[in-house]
Each structure stands twice: as C-alpha cells, then as structure tokens.
C-alpha cells in the first residue's frame, strides 16, 4: 500500500486543523535517555503499512528494538484510509505517539502537533533531506526514506519488443512504448487512474527534466507549464501516451494491487514510480513463478549535459506527538528505527543516515551515471501557499485525470488548453499568495 493523494477535502482538512488542531502543545522536545535500560513506557506507532502489520513484519521490528530498549512497549496502529483518518484524529490529542505526518499538515503547521527533534544544524549533519521536516530553526521530522523515481519496468518485456537502451527524450520512450504494444501485444504504460494516487508521483520529476535541484524553489516565481519548463515536459509526456493509445483502454477500471502482477507477468509495460515499488513488482513477479529479474527501473526520458537525472523525493516522515506522555520512549524508537532497522535498504529506498549506502536496486542508476539530487525545498511553505490559492492541487491526482480525460476524448480540450489553463491558474495562485 502507498500514501492515499492529497484530495480536495484533505486541503479542506488542511484548513480545520489549522483552526482546530494543535491547541494546548508542548514545545518539549523529544529526547531519548544515553542509557536505553533508564527508557521506559508504552507507545503507539501509526502506520499506513497495513501488509506489514498483518504480515507480523512489525512485530519483528519491535523484538528487535526490545533487544536495546527493553523498557519499551510498541504497539502498532495500522490504518487504511492513513491521510484520511490521521487528519481528522489531529483535532484531538489522540494520534499516536510515533506517527507519518500526513501530506495534508502545512508544513508551517508543524510546530503545532508535532514535538520538535533538534536543531537543524545539528541534526542535518546526520541526516539527509531534514529540510523536509524543518521550520525556523527545528526539525520536527525525520525522513524514513527517499525515493528515486523512474518507470518500474518489464526489462524482458522491453527487450522482446526490440528496445534495450534507455530512451533518452520524450519522443524516444513513445516510440518504445509503440514498440511494446506492436511487438507484443502488452499494455505499454499503465497510468493506475482509478487509484488516483500513482498520477500524483508525476510532479515528482520536477527536476529530474532539467536536473535543476532548484526546480522546487522556482515554481514560486516562474511559470511550471511554460514551453521546456520540466512540468510542461512532463505532463506532455502522459498526454501523449494516452492520445496515442499506449496506455490502458479503459482508466476507470485500473486497479494498484493488479497493477503489479500485470508488470511482474508482462502484461503491462512500466509505470511511473519511485523506487519503493520495485520490491513490490519483485515479489509479485516471484508469487506468478516469474523473475523477479526481469522487473527494472528507467529514469526520465531527458538528459541534461549528457546526464540522466532523477530527484529523491522523501517519502512519510516520523514524527513524534507533541501531546505524548513517553517522548523518550517515542524518541527511541524513532532514532532506532531510522538508524538501525534497515527498513529503508528493504524497501530500495536512500536512507536518510548519510552513511548508509545506496539501495541495490539503484545500482544501475550509479552504473549508469544516473545523478541522484535532492530538491532544496526551503520554500515550499510558500509553493504550497500557491497550490493552495491556484486550486490547481499538485499533491492531487484532478488535474492529471482531467489531463487523461481530454487525451482520451473523454473530455473537451486540448493539450495545449490544457496547459495554458494550469499556468493561468498558477500565476494566480502566485499573485493571491504574495
């Protein structure tokens, strides 16, 4: 399972916790003791990974960290509808001890719910991507793993239908994406529409067309969908797909749990993705007695300087409840979890330790020269401003169903309407945020 879309009702949401929630916090920080066996409580750990809850995965987890904090008791609450449930919970002070701060909290809101960990000056000599979790001068949230992104791929697959180098534009990867379909017969490009959330995984190329670790920063001044900028390339990209018929007939029926034993059984090309997902596609394809082999990953189709590029987006991040009565037992499992559980190697994603290595599945990323860069975000407090005031919903997959409607001839429109209405609405949501 993966992180549900932020939706218009989250951004609704967004805007009743603000009034609502994190009323009566403590700004104390959550600090472990230097002694585990001085650390001692039960907590409550909220998660979206309902299949590693029931799997008893987590459980396993927890004996570990008992073997160091013997003091502790986690307990662990698994959630479905995560952002959903989460969001309406933090109106009161009941939402976990350790949790994933869901998408819908501003991040100038954190300081509201969530107990501050340390300084960032301190702390990002650690760790990497703390930006994403920093307010003035605190984090209040760890990353647990940043994602690289790409197109989770049948590599047997692309090679039956003849294509066996990295496309490196946008008119290279239709043209292997026609291949596929001619050669084979299979669904080139499988967009999980109906599923919503996979689309909103688009705008996590934003800089991986110009290789600009900038690119987030620059939606706050420049026009995203203007002609080369890197969401125009973008969202060009799966409009076409889905104009020239190289994606699914029907998106309404699209299903993520199919998805994957489709890709894994080469009856489905690749998918837009971070890498998170190709454990997934692996073990889907050793369940359908296929090789886990076959399943790859592709960067974007675009060079800058001769270079692929592809952004690490960080996914959840942990964060303790500025309401809990066992901050250090929270703190502690936090650190351990981050530090030494090994979850990040496990789901193919860069840990956020600076020390650790690479992923194994990046490993053709790394042969291949693919460079990794990390988005300065420090400005996304005001981006998220103006997603907000231009409705156009960035961390929602609307605008890119609409997208997919008019490139379909579901809806009216054209690509070029399309585009000219997203940029129109952006400079308005720039101007109402200044």
Known sequence: ?????LTGLALAMTTALT???????????????ADPAKVSGDITVLTNRTDLVNDGTMKKYAAEFAKVYPGVRVTFEAITDYEGE???????????DVLLIP?????GDYPKFFAPLGPAAELSRKYQFTGSGTVGDQVYGIVSFAAANGFVYNKDLWTKAGVTAWPKTPEEFLTGLKAVKDRTGAIPLYTNYKDGWPLTNWTNANGSVSCDPKADQALVTEDPWAAG?????IDSLLFNAVHQRLTEKDPTTTNWEDSKKFLATGKIGAMWLGSWAIPQMRAAAATAGQSPDSIAFMPFPSQAGGSFCSVLNPDYQYAVNSHS????????WLDWFVDRSGFSATNQGVSPVRSDPLPSALKPY?????????????RRVTVDNIDKESEVGLKSPDYRQKL????????????????????????????AAA
Do not use: F, H
């Open 1 to 5: 399972m993966r992180r549900l879309a």
């Open 19 to 33: 009034a609502c929630g994190g009323s009566g916090t403590t700004t104390a920080p959550a600090t472990a003791a």
């Open 86 to 96: 989460v969001k309406i919970r933090m109106n009161t002070d009941n939402y976990g």
């Open 103 to 107: 998408n819908a909290i501003a991040k």
């Open 229 to 233: 900028k890197d969401l125009n390339v």
């Open 325 to 332: 009565t066992n901050k250090a037992a929270a703190r502690a």
């Open 366 to 378: 790394s042969d291949a020269g693919v460079k990794l860069i990390e988005l300065d975000t420090s």
């Open 404 to 431: 997919i409607d008019v490139a379909r001839g579901a809806a009216k429109g054209d690509l070029s309407g399309l585009l000219a209405d997203l940029s129109a609405r952006w400079k308005a949501g720039q101007q």
